[in-house]
C-alpha cells in the first residue's frame, strides 16, 4: 500500500476551512496537519477477525478530523464536544501508562500514541496540541474509537517526523488498541486505513492482506442506529467471547492433531489449517467434539488437563478471569459458519449485478445476523427488532454490524425502494425518538486515512 504522505490540504472545503479555525480558536496558532480517518461498516465477518478469519468491511463516508501542532513538551487535547468529552492534558509523553479499570475518549488516543512511540523507539516525544471533531456516532458499532487509535498514531508520526507503510500501521493500530483491555482482531484498524473510494474490502489476517470488491449495482446499504449502546471496553462481553473462542480452538485442537501442538494455539483458523479441514469439516467436528451446551470452568480444565492457574494466566484475561460457564460449541459454529459466508459473499461481488445477486448477498447478511444473535449471544433487543423492521419495509438482508449487544444495522436495501424504506423506518422503528437526525443513513464506500499539511 506504501508509506502514508501528506497531501496539501483543501482549504476550498468549507469544514475543512471551519476545522481549521476551531483549531487556532483553542489553540491560538494555526494547525501543521489534519489527519481524516472514517468509520467503518462490516458487511458480513462478525466477529471473526480475532479468530485468524476474514472480514468483509467498508469505510463509510462519516469520520473524525485530528488537528495536530507541536509544540514543547507534553499533551493538550480538545474535542469539539468538550460537553461531553472533557479535555486532556499531559506534562509528559514519556511512559505512558493506560489504565483498564476506568475507559476515557483519550484512552484510545493515548492507545495510538503509545504504539507508535514504542514500536518505533521514539524517546522524548515531540509534544503535541491536539483538537478532534468527529461525525462518526459513539457506541454506535461504526469503530469511532479505532479511529481515535489510528488518528493518534498518524498524530505520533508526523509530529515526530516519522512515516510508516499502511499495512505496517494498521496491524500496529491493532496491537495498541489492546493498551485498553479489549482483546480485538484488526478488522476495524485495517479498514479504515487502507481503504479505497467506491470499493469495499476483503480483509484477511496473519499476514495482512486486503481485497478491493466492486459492491453490485442496484442497491444501497443503509445504516440504522438501533440507538441501544453498548462500550465494548467497558464490560467483559466481547472477552467473554476471545476466550470462549480460544478455548474452543483449545480443545479442538487437543483432539485433532498430534502431540502438544494444541498448547501454542489460540485462534480457530490456525485448528483448520493445522488438521487439513475445510469449513464444513469443521462445522461436523465442533457438534462431535464440542458436544455439551455448556462447559464448566471444571469441564474445562478436565478437557484440556490443565490447572486452574494455567487457564487463568495463559487463556483468560484480566476481565474474565472469574468466568465459569462456557459455550463453545455455538462460538466455534458461529465462528466457521461465518467464515464461510465471508468467502461466499465476495464471490457473488464477483459474479456481478442482477437481482438474483443482491438477493443472494441479503439472504447471506440475515443468515450472519440469525448466527450472531442466537450462536454468538452479541445481540440486542432493539437491534433485532430494528433488523426485522428493515427486512418488513423491503431490504433484501439485514444484520448487526460492528461488536454488537446494541449500535447499528447495517441493511442491503434496493436502489427504488430507499426513499421508503427511510420514510418507513422513521415512522416503524423511530416513531418514538425525539431527535431522529442521523439516526439512520445511506452509506458508500469510502476513502481510508488521509493526512494533509496545513
Not at 498514531?153 to 479489549?182: F, P, Q, W
Not at 466492486?214 to 467483559?236: D, I, M, R, T, Y
Request: hydrophobic share 40%; glycine share 8%.
Amino acid at each position: 500500500m506504501g508509506d502514508i504522505l501528506a497531501e496539501a490540504i483543501n482549504t476550498a472545503d468549507q469544514r475543512i476551512r471551519q476545522f481549521l479555525q476551531q483549531f487556532k480558536d483553542q489553540f491560538g496558532s494555526e494547525a501543521g496537519h489534519v489527519i481524516r480517518v472514517p468509520g467503518r461498516v462490516n458487511l458480513i465477518g462478525e466477529h471473526i477477525d480475532y479468530c485468524g478469519y476474514a472480514v468483509h468491511p467498508m469505510a463509510i463516508e462519516q469520520d473524525i478530523l485530528v488537528g495536530v501542532k507541536r509544540c514543547t513538551n507534553g499533551l493538550d487535547l480538545v474535542n469539539q464536544d468538550s460537553s461531553l468529552y472533557k479535555p486532556y492534558k499531559l506534562d509528559s509523553l514519556n511512559n505512558l501508562e493506560i489504565s483498564t479499570e476506568k475507559i476515557h475518549w483519550w484512552s484510545y488516543f493515548l492507545c495510538g500514541l503509545k504504539g507508535i512511540y514504542e514500536e518505533m523507539n521514539i524517546e522524548n516525544p515531540a509534544g503535541i496540541q491536539v483538537f478532534v471533531a468527529g461525525q462518526i456516532p459513539p457506541s454506535a458499532g461504526l469503530s469511532s474509537s479505532s479511529a481515535l487509535v489510528v488518528g493518534a498514531a498518524a498524530a505520533a508520526l508526523v509530529s515526530n517526523g516519522k512515516t510508516m507503510d499502511r499495512s505496517e500501521l494498521a496491524s500496529l493500530c491493532a496491537r495498541a488498541e489492546r493498551y485498553i483491555g479489549t482483546q480485538g482482531g484488526g478488522m476495524d484498524q485495517a479498514i479504515e486505513i487502507l481503504a479505497v473510494e467506491g470499493q469495499a474490502k476483503l480483509i484477511e489476517f496473519n499476514p495482512l492482506q486486503a481485497y478491493d470488491v466492486q459492491l453490485p449495482h442496484g442497491a444501497v446499504f443503509v445504516v440504522a442506529n438501533s440507538l441501544q449502546e453498548k462500550n465494548k471496553a467497558a464490560s467483559n462481553e466481547f472477552n467473554s467471547r476471545v476466550v470462549e473462542c480460544r478455548l474452543a480452538a483449545k480443545i479442538l485442537g487437543k483432539r485433532l492433531l498430534q502431540g502438544e501442538d494444541w498448547k501454542d494455539l489460540t485462534k480457530l483458523r490456525d485448528v483448520q489449517i493445522k488438521s487439513g479441514r475445510s469449513l464444513d469439516q469443521m462445522k461436523d467436528e465442533v457438534e462431535k467434539i464440542l458436544c455439551k451446551q455448556e462447559y464448566t470452568r471444571e469441564d474445562v480444565l478436565k478437557e484440556l488437563d490443565i490447572s486452574d492457574a494455567y487457564l487463568r494466566k495463559n487463556i483468560l484475561t484480566a476481565n474474565t478471569g472469574d468466568l465459569n460457564l462456557f459455550k463453545l460449541q455455538q462460538r466455534a459454529r458461529h465462528v466457521f459458519s461465518e467464515s464461510s459466508r465471508v468467502y461466499q459473499f465476495q464471490q457473488i461481488c464477483q459474479q456481478g449485478s442482477g437481482d438474483g445477486s443482491l438477493k443472494a448477498l441479503g439472504d447471506l447478511m440475515t443468515a450472519s445476523h440469525v448466527s450472531c444473535r442466537d450462536d454468538y449471544e452479541c445481540s440486542a433487543p432493539r437491534l433485532d427488532e430494528l433488523v426485522e423492521s428493515a427486512l418488513k419495509l423491503g431490504a433484501y438482508g439485514s444484520r448487526l454490524t460492528g461488536a454488537g449487544w446494541g449500535g447499528c444495522a447495517v441493511s442491503l436495501v434496493p436502489v427504488e425502494k430507499v426513499e421508503s424504506f427511510m420514510e418507513g423506518l422513521l415512522n416503524m422503528f423511530y416513531k418514538d425518538v425525539e431527535n431522529k437526525q442521523n439516526v439512520a443513513f445511506v452509506t458508500k464506500p469510502g476513502s481510508g486515512l488521509r493526512l494533509w499539511k496545513a
